[in-house]
């Protein structure tokens, strides 16, 4: 059963555009979201988190909103540009699970020039 | 230099072998973790040590098997290597100090069970 889900496996965008990804969980304990992106033969690294004490945190081009009530998260990049293209994870974690990250399958975003 | 070394990055091996895949860090985090990455599966936690001496199974431990040599060194070892082991593997390392627990990877490692 998965707890964090990302439904959409890849997604195209054009350049400049926004891009949407989103992410639903069904653990309502969840209390910290995480966003990561990881290239081709590299780890993923650490983009982007939220508390959900908060309903939106921005840095720069990524914005991620956190809807509690519909269990939804979604990272919006805006502009779009070719070197986003990565695959995007989301993570969920509480405080009762020491903090363990559970993770999404990942959408792989193409931004196209 | 990486912070979090993983070697060998890439590894083909026969079913049934040993096979021992390696993690140090210096980050100088408590916590590390064996994570591996499945398409369409995303990253699933195999092992995880909050210090030398504090070991913990994750959610897919069967199979595989973890030593904590020192803070900085964490590896993971499949006793006996089974095609379906065939995945990309991730260390990683976190400082529970921080807000929500941001986990740090390193680059992975490519283990081909034939």
């Known amino acids: 059963d998965q707890q964090v889900k990302q439904n959409s496996p890849s997604l195209s965008v054009q350049e400049g555009r926004i891009s949407i990804l989103n992410c639903d969980y069904t653990n309502s304990m969840f209390d910290y979201f995480l966003w990561y992106k990881k290239y081709p033969a590299e780890g993923p690294t650490f983009l982007i988190s939220?508390?959900?004490?908060?309903d939106k945190n921005e840095d720069g081009r990524f914005t991620v909103f956190l809807n509690k009530s519909a269990k939804h998260l979604s990272l919006h990049i805006v502009p779009s540009q070719p070197g986003d293209s990565a695959v995007y994870f989301c993570a969920a974690s509480f405080s009762g699970s020491a903090r363990q990250l559970t993770f999404g399958s990942g959408t792989q975003l193409t931004v196209l020039p | 230099d990486a912070d979090v070394t993983q070697t060998p990055r890439n590894r083909i091996t026969k079913t049934g072998k040993r096979i021992m895949l390696e993690c140090s860090q210096t980050?100088?985090?408590?916590?590390m973790y064996w994570y591996r990455q499945d398409p369409g599966l995303g990253l699933r936690l195999i092992y995880y040590s909050f210090d030398v001496k504090d070991i913990n199974k994750g959610e897919i431990s069967d199979g595989y098997s973890v030593s904590r040599q020192a803070q900085a060194k964490f590896s993971l070892s499949l006793e006996s290597a089974i095609p379906n082991q065939t995945a990309l593997y991730f260390c990683a390392t976190s400082d529970p100090r921080g807000t929500g627990n941001t986990i740090y990877f390193g680059e992975g490692s490519w283990l081909t069970v034939v």
């Open positions: 939220i508390s959900s004490i908060k």
């Open positions: 980050k100088g985090h408590d916590r």
